[in-house]
């Protein structure tokens, strides 16, 4: 859980301060307000899409259904595809990661016929496809896949942009 911390500072005209000044007006502006604000799209709760970080769903989609208590939640992973499907069973919250991705309205405990008809209805699958995390976890999986010839010609690739990029940028500075 991130927690955003705003502090802020009052200043006094007058800064000095005696040990035998009882003001408690002068003691109150000394210290400072901190003002303590949860980041939002990270809650638990019941209709939050979750990635699974560790197990045998490892990468794989699911929603939360029901919480059970501060540590686990029971999930539903109706997705079409036939390798992202995740059976309904309990969780514990370390093994999974929690995404910004929402169905709305998800009643608490509901079936799979329900589950899937809002996992649908939001289009969990295609909203995840066109976030940029999961694309970097797709590039990370087809580099971590590439034999060490396929690593040279990509290394080769990128020498080239960068060449051809630093030299329309020599010709920018040189007009």
Known sequence: MGFNFTVIEHRQSNPTFSPHTHNPQILSLRMPEIEIHASEWRMVEVGRVVLFTHGQYLGRLAVIVEIIDHKRVLVDGPSKKENNQVPRHAV????????????????????????????????????????????????????????????????????????????SLAKVRAT
């Not at 169905?103 to 405990?109: D, E, G, H, Y």
Request: no cysteine.
């Open 92 to 167: 514990g919250l370390n093994n999974m990661i929690i995404t910004p991705i929402v169905i709305p309205k998800l009643p608490r405990a509901a079936g799979r016929g329900p589950v899937a008809k809002a996992w649908e209805k939001a289009e969990v699958d295609s909203k995840w496809d066109q976030s940029a995390w999961a694309k970097r976890r797709d590039q990370r999986e087809k580099r971590q896949g590439l034999s060490d010839f396929e690593r040279f010609k990509v290394m080769k690739l990128k020498k080239q942009a960068r060449f051809e990029v630093r030299k």
